[in-house]
């Protein structure tokens, strides 16, 4: 039963949780040495609102190799690294987030919890979630749930062949 409960919460907070944590680089394909990573929690696509903390970020290369960054940016809207392409092909991004929910059953129906005052909130009317003083007369006991999320993605260096090589360095045109 309670695996059903928690099930159930889960699924009610995809609806009701409105940021989803996102990892994107700048550029997907790049003939660079290097590519900006950017992840955070959004409403839209990248246009991040909070920083992933404490994101590790798992890196495969084109080889198999597995690599973990843990980038050093102290930024409040989005975690950036710098990602190091010194070979040809395909590099795999992957990392995790977790956010803690809290939920309470309120008249037979269970709704977000947030631990705020009533002078912070707008009306009961106007939310969907419930807050202490909407429950003052009952006793509750808020159930903890952990959503989980594991994101990916990829970035692909292209091998430059040896003609465009000496077109680049000599700046030649045909």
């Given at each position: 039963?309670?695996?059903?409960?928690?099930?159930?919460?889960?699924?009610?907070?995809?609806?009701?949780?409105?940021?989803?944590?996102?990892?994107?680089?700048?550029?997907?394909?790049?003939?660079?040495?290097?590519?900006?990573?950017?992840?955070?929690?959004?409403?839209?696509?990248?246009?991040?609102?909070?920083?992933?903390?404490?994101?590790?970020?798992?890196?495969?290369?084109?080889?198999?190799?597995?690599?973990?960054?843990?980038?050093?940016?102290?930024?409040?809207?989005?975690?950036?690294?710098?990602?190091?392409?010194?070979?040809?092909?395909?590099?795999?991004?992957?990392?995790?987030?977790?956010?803690?929910?809290?939920?309470?059953?309120?008249?037979?129906?269970?709704?977000?919890?947030?631990?705020?005052?009533?002078?912070?909130?707008?009306?009961?009317?106007?939310?969907?979630?419930?807050?202490?003083?909407?429950?003052?007369?009952?006793?509750?006991?808020?159930?903890?749930?952990?959503?989980e999320w594991?994101?990916?993605?990829?970035?692909?260096?292209?091998?430059i062949?040896?003609?465009?090589?000496?077109?680049?360095?000599?700046?030649?045109?045909?």
């Open positions: 039963m309670r695996t059903i409960l928690a099930s159930s919460l889960l699924m009610l907070s995809v609806s009701s949780f409105a940021h989803e944590p996102y990892v994107a680089p700048l550029a997907y394909n790049t003939s660079q040495t290097q590519v900006a990573i950017v992840s955070g929690y959004a409403e839209e696509a990248l246009n991040s609102e909070y920083a992933l903390k404490d994101a590790k970020f798992e890196i495969i290369s084109p080889n198999n190799d597995k690599n973990l960054i843990e980038p050093e940016s102290k930024l409040g809207s989005t975690t950036v690294f710098d990602l190091k392409l010194p070979e040809a092909g395909t590099y795999t991004v992957k990392t995790s987030a977790t956010y803690l929910l809290k939920y309470v059953q309120d008249q037979k129906e269970w709704k977000m919890f947030f631990d705020m005052p009533a002078d912070q909130a707008p009306k009961k009317a106007e939310r969907d979630y419930v807050i202490p003083a909407d429950l003052k007369a009952k006793k509750y006991t808020p159930i903890e749930v952990k959503r594991t994101l990916f993605t990829y970035v692909s260096k292209e091998k062949p040896q003609s465009k090589q000496c077109q680049r360095l000599f700046k030649l045109s045909f």
